[in-house]
């Protein structure tokens, strides 16, 4: 009788295990999201200080971005609780954020998401040619752009991967 009851406590850890490395995979993104810093980003698109409303207009479509990043290397490290986790989040941050800004960059989110999700981490251009088209750079410095974008992205992704747990 000992073993079995030692094994149903074994078993209720194991199973705990996973929600446990979820949950910190959820509070360690939402500590790296509130750190994040646009600045790099802002500054390769052309949108200057004193543009107020550009500048959260990106800001949101940034923090849309990088939640998506953080959606994709949880499809790394969580296969099978990814889903779960990114609505969670999602979820989390609804409740704690119920302004029309937030809910506007939960909705940039799934569509960034959904921009990323077919190619994984294998090619961020298709998202560094739609930032850069909110880009008031001069069009011959387009492919530029696109390239310093996505090689910035892939930086931003594995900064998220890095520090998922």
């Not at 949880?74 to 609780?81: N, Y």
């Amino acid at each position: 009788m000992q073993n079995s009851e030692d094994s149903t406590a074994q078993e209720a850890l194991h199973d705990n295990a996973p929600h446990e490395a979820a949950r910190a995979a959820l509070e360690n993104f939402k500590a790296l999201l509130a750190d994040a810093d646009f600045t790099l980003e802002l500054e390769l698109l052309g949108v200057r200080r004193l543009q107020f409303m550009r500048r959260r207009q990106m800001q949101a479509e940034l923090t849309g971005l990088y939640i998506a990043l953080w959606r994709l290397a949880l499809a790394r490290s969580f296969p099978v609780d990814a889903t779960c986790m990114f609505e969670l989040f999602l979820q989390e941050y609804a409740q704690a954020h119920r302004d029309k800004r937030s809910a506007h960059l939960l909705n940039r989110a799934r569509e960034y998401w959904a921009m990323i999700e077919p190619r994984g981490d294998t090619d961020f251009s298709e998202i560094a040619r739609h930032l850069s088209s909110f880009s008031t750079q001069d069009p011959n410095q387009a492919k530029s752009i696109n390239l310093k974008l996505v090689l910035h992205i892939r930086r931003i992704y594995k900064l998220v991967f890095d520090r998922l747990i």
